[in-house]
């Protein structure tokens, strides 16, 4: 059967949450709407509309969220020739592409930015598949993502880690079924990744990457 290593991208692999984090708050001050970082840094890894609702609430003018988003994907857009992965990204996933992994993209960035990232990332090589936001109807939380990868891994939940670094991405693996695994390089705390279900948590994939035989990712 087959094993998938299944991977956000955003704060995972590349250094790029705090753009976003930036880019968003940029947006909606354009907008006429005061949101502290913090508070946009902690929906980082839910779609657009879904990161919109939880800074702006249910009862906001609907109205205006693809004018937040179209601002949000204008300012982030400037960074795309400049975007940098963590140290020993693209090396993590060409280990696990050689000890029989299958290695999939699972993010909530659409094609246009995921384009972008995985030429940050530059392990084409490696990768069986990527998933973007486009490819399914309900982002993370929702398991539909992770279900989303495992099918084109043609892997089955329990033989899938899905490795990320927002308490979302923990959520959507639990619901699938999944092992998490979390990186604490997206910014977010260690005790808020495993109450959301991570079995193993490390610093950034550098970090995973050696201790991988003692990880959910064994060779």
């Not at 005061?34 to 657009?48: D, E, K, Q, S, Y």
């Not at 959520?171 to 979390?182: E, L, M, S």
């Not at 279900?197 to 959910?216: E, W």
Request: some cysteine.
């Amino acid at each position: 059967m087959n094993r998938a290593a299944l991977f956000d991208v955003d704060g995972t692999l590349t250094d790029t949450n705090h753009l976003h984090v930036t880019c968003w708050w940029e947006a909606l001050r354009q907008a006429g709407h005061t949101v502290p970082m913090h508070r946009v840094h902690r929906a980082l890894g839910l779609p657009g509309d879904d990161l919109i609702a939880h800074l702006l609430g249910d009862d906001r003018d609907t109205g205006e969220d693809d004018t937040l988003s179209a601002a949000h994907d204008t300012l982030y857009g400037t960074y795309f020739d400049r975007l940098k992965s963590f140290d020993r990204a693209a090396d993590l996933l060409r280990e696990l592409d050689r000890s029989g992994w299958r290695v999939v993209l699972v993010t909530s960035a659409s094609s246009r930015e995921l384009e972008a990232l995985t030429k940050a990332i530059d392990a084409d090589d490696a990768l069986t598949a990527t998933a973007s936001s486009d490819d399914v109807s309900e982002g993370k939380p929702a398991p539909d993502p992770v279900h989303h990868a495992l099918d084109l891994a043609g892997a089955a939940a329990g033989q899938a880690v899905f490795v990320g670094d927002s308490v979302w991405d923990m959520k959507a693996a639990a619901r699938a079924g999944v092992t998490a695994v979390g990186l604490l390089c997206g910014g977010i705390p260690r005790a808020d990744l495993v109450e959301a279900s991570a079995r193993a948590v490390y610093q950034d994939p550098a970090d995973l990457l050696v201790h991988i035989d003692g990880s959910p990712l064994a060779r």
